[in-house]
DNA sequence: TTGATTTAAGGTTAATAATGGTTAAAGACA
DNA sequence: TGTCTTTAACCATTATTAACCTTAAATCAA
């Protein structure tokens, strides 16, 4: 499922611009022109994330960002601001959006800063965290499915069937408790093998492939499970 | 009003245990075990999110998916996928669902997906305080829900399940009672440990953890319960 | 009513039990 | 043979129990 983005702006000519580019990354872009009609819009289409113009002709783009916060406490908003904007209004704005790019701003940079807040409010759902075409983005490093990959920035390091199975398990639940013994019915299938240390000895290798990045972690729950934390 | 669940399952065992644990929230649950029996059901229940399992007998649950997002486009729908599932059918249900969750699921994640989806706020009552993100700020101390980790100033201490689980439960109600009972029920959930001293030895620790910051006390109420005090 | 005494609840600390972590070696499978 | 999985042995951490100590409320005597 695509990361939909309501994108709010008056310049119909960057929009386009802006909108195509996005689209061809894999986003689902609503744009709209008009301030007014956003709250109408989220009817029938409700974004993963919104992109403000704080200049729009209608109403105050800081407005609109406040009047979508409280209806939608968690919806991460980025405001674009022109360049002319004072600095003052910038102060004024901490309050709102969880984000704030400067125009002109390149491809690059707004696309990053989307993945980013995407990634940072972990608890959105299905691939917030990024599951893409068998790809799950787990804080820096990327685990492809399908080839047993798990890849940090250039190097690869190919995962075994069940240390692939267990991550999977995890990645799939990830910010929220899997039962130990949930997991060994779903690899071992077994109740046999409950008292095997075998799961024990895959989370270890598992710890020790993600040492990497300390916002990827697995915390365990004595006596009940795992929690694989993914910022 | 209730919140109004639509649950297609054609296990009846798991069915009905899903669909108790929902009402014992608050949910109120219509369960349907066929998939063609689905689209009736709508004449006289209009349900405000409907959870499909993906393996039903008479129907592919992503057709019925597709089929309750023509008529109803902005209904939330979360698929239940097995883990027999392959990737292919993932891919292929891009076009349906708000969610899907991989069975087995904990009921913690899916009630959790359901609020998200209907943007209901707090599942948890009391955490009108400083919560954000699983963040709880207590004095000058950090709590870190999904981590885990007491935080003050530069240093980081680890909690255990049950360190943090208390924890949880005191600073949810901070400044307010909490019976002693309630505590043990909530985190040992038997009347058989109503005589052991663990709970006291847990309460030492943390008061022990959080010496630093005396505005930050847990005081106790003799033969009622604790009273977490947070300036 | 006041202060001493009793008593039950909780505090503290250490010991024990249970569970999980780590590492290496043995077994299984291709 | 080489790779992956499982088993085993040992270690570390966490949870629970136990023993003993402290405190606050309740009771009782004057």
Not at 163 to 177: G, P, S, V, Y
């Amino acid at each position: 499922m695509a990361t939909k983005v309501l994108y709010v702006e008056d310049e119909l000519f960057l929009g386009k611009i802006v909108q195509e580019s996005l689209e061809s990354r894999g986003f689902e872009v609503q744009m709209v022109g008009d301030g007014a009609e956003v709250l109408a819009v989220f009817e029938n289409f409700m974004p993963d994330i919104c992109l403000l113009d704080v200049m729009l002709p209608n109403r105050n783009g800081y407005e609109l960002g406040e009047d979508i916060r409280q209806r939608f406490p968690t919806l991460p908003i980025i405001f674009l601001t022109a360049k002319t904007q004072t600095e003052d209004v910038l102060k004024g704005f901490t309050s709102g959006g969880n984000d704030y790019i400067r125009k002109p701003f390149s491809m690059e940079e707004l696309i990053a800063r989307i993945h980013n807040l995407l990634n940072l409010s972990g608890q959105n759902p299905g691939e917030t965290g990024g599951e893409q075409n068998g790809i799950i983005h787990l804080g820096k490093y990327v685990f492809d499915l399908r080839k047993y990959e798990l890849r940090f920035q250039a190097q690869v390091r190919k995962l075994s069937h069940r240390e692939a199975e267990l991550l999977k398990i995890l990645a799939d639940h990830r910010n929220f408790t899997v039962e130990r013994k949930v997991i060994m019915l779903q690899i071992w299938g077994d109740d046999s093998f409950f008292n095997s240390r075998n799961l024990d000895v895959y989370i270890t290798r598992l710890r020790d492939y993600l040492r990497e990045d300390e916002r990827v972690q697995i915390i365990t729950l004595k006596g009940v499970g795992y929690q694989f934390i993914v910022d």
